[in-house]
């Protein structure tokens, strides 16, 4: 299945997927959820687990992830391009 059945396919419902189909191929788009806005509401929940005595670890790991891709240069792509991010870098 090419890119453009797999969007046809998923329609209104998964903007997240449609979002990160559309970084293939080297061409990160600009989206509706920046890097740096999921960095930002990643440190508010971690930080919020902190005062109530609970460790957030995924939520740990996503933010340094998303801080580290938004410091590179992504802070203002959408955060799917996090993928294109991890794997130039791996």
């Given at each position: 299945m090419n890119r453009n059945a797999v969007l046809a396919?998923?329609?209104?419902?998964?903007?997240?997927?449609?979002?990160?189909?559309s970084t293939r191929g080297?061409?990160?788009?600009?989206?509706?959820?920046k890097t740096w806005l999921l960095a930002k509401d990643l440190s508010l929940a971690v930080e919020a687990g902190r005062e109530v005595g609970?460790?957030?670890?995924?939520?740990?790991?996503a933010y340094?992830?998303?801080?580290?891709?938004?410091?590179?240069?992504?802070a203002d792509l959408d955060a799917t391009s996090l993928v294109l991010h991890l794997s130039r870098n791996a």
């Open positions: 396919s998923v329609g209104g419902r998964a903007t997240a997927s449609r979002s990160w189909l080297g061409n990160a788009l600009p989206r509706s959820v609970a460790r957030l670890e995924t939520a740990e790991t340094a992830l998303m801080t580290r891709h938004a410091e590179a240069g992504g």
